[in-house]
């Protein structure tokens, strides 16, 4: 089977073409960051208006770069929730409307879940982590320890209290002057920072528990920039002393969510995933166990249309689809998903 994915849930656009058989055939991605950024976050009206414009060319260039033709097309798969409203109407009207034109089923996708089958795309199906196992969601907009007893079906241990992990990098690396989106360029800076300079408190990992806290560790770094001589150097320190704090505390809780749910394998999606640091201690940390970790490529920790039209080919060849309706939910509760069944 064939299927088309769409993501369009924030300033990402992605596209991609999963054949069930063949694996990843194709996939592209345009991301609005440079529109976004004279405003320093993301403006969802100028985000949907962007998607208008660049859905269509971009399915054209994934289905050229496929070598296929769009008849060939077996089902579509989009990003239903949770997201910006707009955003999400965007896909979800392209990939109904194609559906509908190709008489092709449509499957609405839940955007964590699609992250969290991201590390299964490039498998080969015998390599491929069977569930029960936990997964780490760690994006812009979610920090969460989930356990997954079946694709599909899925247990929330514990969440941010507050921001996410991916949003703690970004309000982080503004509040010490870098550009935004600042996530990934705190991270690299943390390369050249010396470990232990600064020592940031491990939020709530001193009791029971697998919530996460990280609001706080923020204001932290804000006192301690504040107090420093502000120079490169320091700066590089800092954002190193933050990583390892976030790292840490994520690894902690993870072994911590292992023992719980009594599995080793660990799956790890969103874009801090792909976080040198945090891969490095969470593969350290199955080594030691006699575990597996599990990640997606960096690529595909962030956004794209690829874990899209992967989720989705597993649903519809579980024979699940939507009515004709172009329906999209915002919010959206990953523990309400039906289970998919069977081996991925
Ligand atoms: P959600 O999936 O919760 O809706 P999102 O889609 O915006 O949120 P993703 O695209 O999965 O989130 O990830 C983006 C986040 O990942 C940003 O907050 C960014 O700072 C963070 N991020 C990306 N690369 C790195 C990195 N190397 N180190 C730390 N954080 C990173
Ligand atoms: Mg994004
Ligand atoms: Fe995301």
Redesign the pocket.
């Given at each position: 089977m064939k299927v088309l994915g769409i993501e369009t849930?924030?300033?990402?656009t992605g596209v991609a073409v999963y054949d069930t058989d063949l694996g990843l055939r194709a996939h592209a991605l345009y991301s609005q960051i440079a529109l976004h950024a004279q405003y320093g976050g993301v403006v969802p009206e100028l985000a949907s208006r962007d998607h208008v414009r660049k859905l269509l060319p971009l399915v054209r260039q994934t289905l050229a770069e496929s070598g296929m033709t769009v008849d060939e097309i077996d089902g579509v798969a989009y990003t239903a929730g949770?997201?910006l409203v707009g955003a999400l109407l965007v896909g979800a009207g392209v990939a109904r409307s194609l559906a509908w034109a190709l008489d092709v089923p449509a499957v609405a996708v839940h955007?964590?879940e699609g992250?969290l089958l991201a590390p299964l795309i490039e498998d080969d199906p015998q390599g491929r982590p069977q569930p029960p196992f936990v997964a780490l969601?760690?994006?812009?907009?979610?920090t969460q320890l989930v356990a997954v007893d079946a694709i599909g079906r899925y247990r929330l241990l514990g969440e941010t209290l507050d921001d996410?992990?991916?949003?703690a990098?970004?309000k982080t690396?503004k509040l010490m002057g870098l550009p935004y989106?600042?996530?990934?360029q705190?991270?690299?800076l943390a390369e050249q920072g010396r470990p232990g300079t600064y020592r940031f408190p491990r939020p709530m990992t001193n009791r029971p528990g697998l919530d996460f806290s990280f609001s706080g560790l923020k204001t932290q770094v804000l006192l301690a920039w504040r107090d420093s001589e502000q120079s490169d150097e320091a700066r590089a320190d800092i954002a190193r002393g933050f990583?390892d704090a976030v790292v840490d505390t994520l690894a902690i809780k993870c072994e911590r969510a292992l023992d719980e749910a009594g599995c080793e394998t660990l799956v790890v999606?969103?874009?801090?995933g792909?976080?040198?640091r945090?891969r490095a201690k969470l593969a350290d940390m199955a080594q030691r166990r006699g575990g597996r970790v599990c990640f997606p490529r960096?690529a595909f920790?962030?956004?794209n249309g690829a874990m899209i039209a992967f989720a989705g080919a597993l649903r519809l060849l579980a024979g699940q689809h939507e009515d004709a309706a172009v329906r999209v939910t915002p919010r959206w509760d990953m523990a309400t998903l039906p289970e998919v069944g069977g081996q991925v």
């Open positions: 849930s924030c300033d990402e949770p997201g955007h964590m992250h969601l760690v994006s812009g907009g979610h996410a992990a991916g949003e990098f970004d690396a989106p600042g996530g990934p705190l991270a690299a990583e999606a969103g874009g801090v792909a976080n040198k945090l960096p920790c962030t956004d």
